[in-house]
């Protein structure tokens, strides 16, 4: 089945860096777009970046310039890196693939930007 594993959130001070990790399986990883997500609590889940199977890529605009998304087919892994980081980009930041109209998540990772 399906498997999304996320890893390297943690809690980081403002303008620092982290680069967070998916590494998926169970479906043919080439062939889907794969996309990161965050969410705070009593907030909606938001889409922050994408990247096609040709990788390439789209951020949120609340994001854009800060975060980049890539891909590694060899590893099926998807990555987020993000820089200059800010208090309000704390949230959990979800791996999401899109099959058959059905959206399969990771378990989120924590990501807690705070001096």
């Known amino acids: 089945q399906v498997q999304l594993v996320e890893s390297g959130g943690g809690l980081v001070q403002p303008g620092e860096s982290l680069r967070l990790a998916c590494a998926a399986s169970?479906?043919?990883?080439?062939?889907?777009?794969m996309n990161w997500y965050r969410q705070v609590p009593g907030q909606q889940r938001e889409l922050v970046c994408s990247i096609t199977p040709s990788r390439s890529p789209i951020c949120a605009d609340s994001v854009k310039g800060r975060f980049t998304i890539s891909r590694d087919t060899a590893k099926k892994t998807v990555y987020l890196q993000l820089n200059s980081l800010k208090p309000e980009d704390t949230a959990v930041y979800f791996c999401?693939?899109?099959?058959?109209?059905?959206?399969?998540w990771g378990q989120g990772t924590q990501v807690t930007v705070s001096s």
């Open positions: 999401n693939v899109r099959i058959a109209s059905v959206n399969k």
């Open positions: 169970g479906f043919t990883f080439s062939m889907y777009a």
